[in-house]
């Protein structure tokens, strides 16, 4: 079967950093993909993996580990507006199609 | 605001209306899909066009009719809905192979 884990909730303090946790086991890997949904909003694209490492783009960086099905979405110097789910999902052999773990949502607290 | 635009995007109908929802996008993008998304769950995809020909289905009810008129637009045709079809309805689009999806606003559509 395709499964993908992410934790449900996080809190983590303004300014502080938070790492998101994602595991996955699929049929196939062509890709993991980092999105941020802000309530009522759209998902907007944060970052993608496709080998081992770190990506970083600003405050935000993923790693991608495809031996252990293990992936990380790394959030530094956190703001208010960063408080949002956090969707992982991962592109297996079926063509463009996307599964998607459940999500986390995160809470940024002054 | 996001490239890919979606109307309306709020839509109240009766389980015997028909209703379509819209999506268009002008970033050449030949890849196109419809989601579903209930509160506090991630978006669960419903249909999958490429190149303005449908290639995934996953087992959608036939009250959801799909097209894609062009390579920029792809409508969702609405008919007897249910009220558990209530929900957030994600149109996204992108290049295909391992480009990531731009995902448009939404509808929020609500049966009665």
């Known amino acids: 079967g395709q499964n993908i884990d992410q934790p449900t909730e996080m809190t983590a303090t303004e300014g502080a950093i938070v790492q998101i946790n994602c595991t996955y086991q699929?049929?196939?890997?062509?890709?993991l993909f980092w999105y941020q949904q802000h309530a009522g909003e759209a998902p907007t694209f944060l970052s993608y993996n496709v080998l081992d490492g770190l990506e970083e783009k600003g405050r935000f960086s993923s790693f991608l580990s495809r031996s252990k099905g293990y992936s990380y979405l790394l959030l530094k110097e956190l703001q208010m507006k960063d408080s949002a789910s956090y969707l992982c999902?991962?592109?297996?052999?079926?063509?463009?199609?996307?599964?998607f773990g459940q999500g986390t949502e995160l809470s940024v607290k002054p | 605001d996001t490239e890919v635009t979606q109307t309306p995007k709020h839509l109240v109908m009766g389980m015997t209306n028909k209703k379509s929802l819209k999506c268009e996008q002008h970033?050449?993008?030949?890849?196109m899909y419809w989601y579903k998304q209930k509160a506090k769950k991630p978006p669960e995809l419903m249909f999958v066009?490429?190149?303005?020909?449908?290639?995934i289905n996953e087992s959608v009810p036939s009250r959801f009719s799909p097209e894609c008129p062009n390579s920029s637009l792809l409508n969702l045709h609405l008919h007897a809905l249910q009220p558990e079809d209530s929900a957030l309805y994600l149109c996204?689009?992108?290049?295909?192979?391992?480009?990531?999806?731009?995902f448009g606003d939404g509808t929020r559509l609500s049966i009665l």
């Open positions: 970033m050449g993008h030949r890849a």
């Open positions: 999902a991962v592109r297996g052999n079926q063509g463009g199609k996307l599964i």
């Open positions: 996204a689009s992108n290049q295909g192979g391992n480009q990531p999806q731009h």
């Open positions: 699929t049929s196939g890997f062509n890709g």
């Open positions: 066009y490429s190149y303005e020909k449908l290639s």
